[in-house]
């Protein structure tokens, strides 16, 4: 190992130690961290200030002095604040705002609590008494009469404290104490007796009794008492903050959500993207004893903010890369395990640091990357893409007026239709989220920006969908829409990507062969088992089908998935397969109007499928009035959040036998 010699004339001088010494003097340091500080504090006033190991201790004192060991941020906890903050910054996104929302009443129903005092007395008067002095003191107090009635409030109460007589008739005190502690253990009991005995107090003591007084009760006593065992109980950790994590395609908002999230806590916001993260000491830090150590990046940014309860992005989070230096995705365990987080140990600092107020959030494409134990410890929230509506509400809200903004068109805006933005949207975009409507509203504002300096001005004229695609150019995309009219052998099918739901239609012929079944249009493996599945469905109920038992023998069957430049996978089109087989031997159209999607299995069920708000909006982009879905998806159905209007009407089937029955015209 090498270090470093300081030369003489960089040695720290004698203020900068008075003043570190100071600094440790008044910083507001947990007890493990001041025994620390202070005897390093030793160690380096004894050391040579031209050894490597005095520069080292003294980098160390000032970072582990200027970590937010007690700096919080106060909370603001209005839900409807934050929900006017969520609302004026994205469109959209229900789910994701209603759990940001549960969260801030979580946080302000523990901030109001109020401790709560069960008086136990079988006279009248003397409960009422107690019951009237806590109460002033602005305690919660409940009262019984008796030991029985005392442990079913208990057990219907979260109760802190209980202030019971000894004795008493059906249940006396020291029964109450027993069976309070079985019921709520954290519970703490005083009692209270007119007989009192050194006896009966080591006897009330042994049982678990907290404290002992003794009848008539001395007011400031019992006040000193219940403020001191109610201040001495370990305080739940009102900071413990849920790990959320992000999970939907690119360009839906996931970043910015979490900045919202931030200013609608009122608290600060860091981002740190976890893409080119190789090396595990970057989360952990470096062992002090190496040269040029430093903290790992988590305790550098809250060091950077100045509190210790930010929201903390974690972007890209299922990008962190592997190799020889180690793997670390595994120094994400205990930073973001909420029982762990709260002694995280940086190998620079080594002692405990509490990072269970941090809020962090976490963002990914997709979780199958991300390692099982790192998943478990988060709560994932699906972000899912936007509807056509959803995008020109953005683009309408946000992106317009910004890109209006940055290209100089404000002397007056130039107007954009509802039908000019459409145009854009399904002719030169292909995505879930917004980023490549941006790009394409900022092409159209470039244009418009050379219009103005050529000719001097541009025109009063709105711009509609025709001068929108004059400006740029070509039409970049399209989409599948409703077949024209009912065709036999062709079934309308959707499936979803991380770009959206598309529309495909599912082409069946057959033709003299050797029995094979031709699959093409670049398809997965599992959507060719889907295919086999289907087919042999109908080779087993052929008689029930209607379909003639050697239909295989000296054919081929050909199945196309037309866009063969695309891969395609996943089970969802093995319902469409089905139907476009059977109508092709059955010689009946399919109905032109209606989709369909599901997973089916080997005896035809229709097993559940993924992606239905995206399958049935690009069902009604397409044209379709129908879809068959499987019947396990009626709680996605239900879900949903479009009106009628907007999309599709949804039939729930059971098999593939009640498909076929709504399918075949």
């Not at 005083?190 to 003794?214: C, D, I, P, R």
């Not at 025109?459 to 399209?478: K, M």
């Not at 495909?504 to 088992?529: D, F, P, Q």
């Amino acid at each position: 190992m090498i270090f470093f010699r300081k030369p003489d004339d960089e040695a720290t001088p004698a203020n900068d130690l008075d003043r570190l010494r100071r600094k440790l003097r008044d910083a507001d340091l947990p007890g493990e961290t001041r025994d620390t500080a202070e005897k390093e504090m030793d160690r380096l006033m004894r050391t040579d200030p031209s050894v490597a190991e005095h520069t080292i201790a003294y980098n160390y004192l000032e970072c582990l002095l200027s970590l937010p060991w007690a700096g919080l941020t106060p909370d603001m906890l209005d839900p409807a604040r934050a929900e006017r903050v969520l609302d004026s910054s994205h469109a959209g996104l229900g789910q994701v705002k209603e759990r940001v929302l549960e969260y801030l009443a979580a946080r302000a129903m523990r901030s109001n609590a109020v401790p709560v005092i069960l008086v136990v007395d079988d006279e009248p008067i003397a409960r009422e008494n107690l019951r009237h002095i806590l109460a002033r003191e602005g305690y919660r107090v409940e009262t019984a009469g008796n030991g029985l009635e005392a442990l079913d409030k208990v057990r219907s109460w979260e109760v802190d404290l209980i202030v019971t007589d000894l004795k008493m008739e059906r249940m006396d005190g020291l029964q109450l104490l027993q069976e309070a502690r079985r019921v709520s253990p954290a519970t703490r009991v005083v009692m209270v007796t007119g007989f009192a005995t050194v006896e009966n107090a080591v006897q009330a003591m042994k049982a678990g009794a907290v404290h002992y007084l003794s009848k008539p009760i001395e007011l400031d006593e019992l006040r000193a008492t219940v403020r001191r065992l109610l201040g001495e109980q370990r305080p739940i950790p009102a900071g413990r903050s849920p790990i959320l994590c992000f999970v939907g395609p690119p360009g839906v908002g996931k970043t910015s959500v979490g900045m919202a999230v931030a200013d609608a806590l009122g608290r600060s916001f860091t981002r740190m993207s976890l893409a080119d993260l190789h090396d595990e000491a970057e989360l952990r830090g470096h062992r002090r004893t190496y040269a040029g150590a430093m903290p790992g990046r988590i305790l550098q940014a809250l060091r950077s903010l100045g509190v210790r309860n930010p929201v903390f992005m974690l972007d890209e989070v299922d990008k962190i890369a592997q190799d020889v230096k180690g793997d670390p995705a595994s120094a994400l365990l205990e930073i973001l395990d909420p029982e762990q987080n709260a002694r995280f140990v940086d190998r620079y600092l080594e002692i405990p640091f509490d990072l269970s107020s941090v809020l962090f959030l976490a963002t990914a494409n997709s979780v199958e990357r991300l390692a099982g134990p790192v998943l478990d410890r988060m709560e994932v929230v699906p972000f899912s893409g936007y509807s056509e509506a959803e995008k020109r509400d953005i683009a309408r809200r946000f992106i317009l007026p910004r890109q209006l903004r940055e290209h100089g068109l404000t002397h007056p805006c130039p107007a954009v239709t509802d039908g000019a933005m459409t145009r854009i949207i399904r002719d030169y975009t292909s995505e879930a989220g917004v980023r490549g409507l941006e790009r394409e509203i900022s092409r159209l504002c470039r244009k418009l920006a050379r219009i103005h300096q050529k000719e001097g001005g541009l025109s009063g004229e709105a711009i509609g969908p025709d001068e929108a695609a004059a400006l740029l150019g070509p039409r970049r995309y399209t989409h599948e829409a409703a077949l024209s009219a009912p065709c036999v052998g062709t079934a309308t099918g959707l499936v979803w990507s991380v770009s959206g739901g598309e529309v495909i239609h599912v082409e069946a012929t057959r033709m003299r062969g050797a029995g094979n079944l031709i699959l093409t249009g670049s398809l997965g493996e599992v959507l060719k088992e889907s295919a086999q599945i289907a087919l042999s469905h109908i080779r087993t109920n052929a008689e029930r089908l209607g379909v003639a038992e050697n239909f295989f023998e000296g054919r081929d069957i050909h199945i196309h998935i037309p866009a063969g430049g695309v891969t395609k996978d996943g089970p969802s089109a093995g319902l469409t397969i089905a139907v476009a087989l059977v109508s092709l031997l059955l010689d009946r159209p399919v109905r032109a109007d209606t989709a369909l999607s599901g997973e089916i299995s080997l005896t035809g069920r229709l097993l559940p499928v993924s992606g239905i708000r995206e399958k049935l909006l690009a069902a009604a982009r397409a044209g379709l009035t129908a879809v068959i879905l499987p019947e396990a998806n009626a709680a996605d159905v239900a879900a949903l959040t479009e009106t009628a209007e907007e999309l599709p009407r949804v039939v729930a089937a059971g098999d593939v036998a009640q498909a076929l029955a709504h399918m075949l015209v």
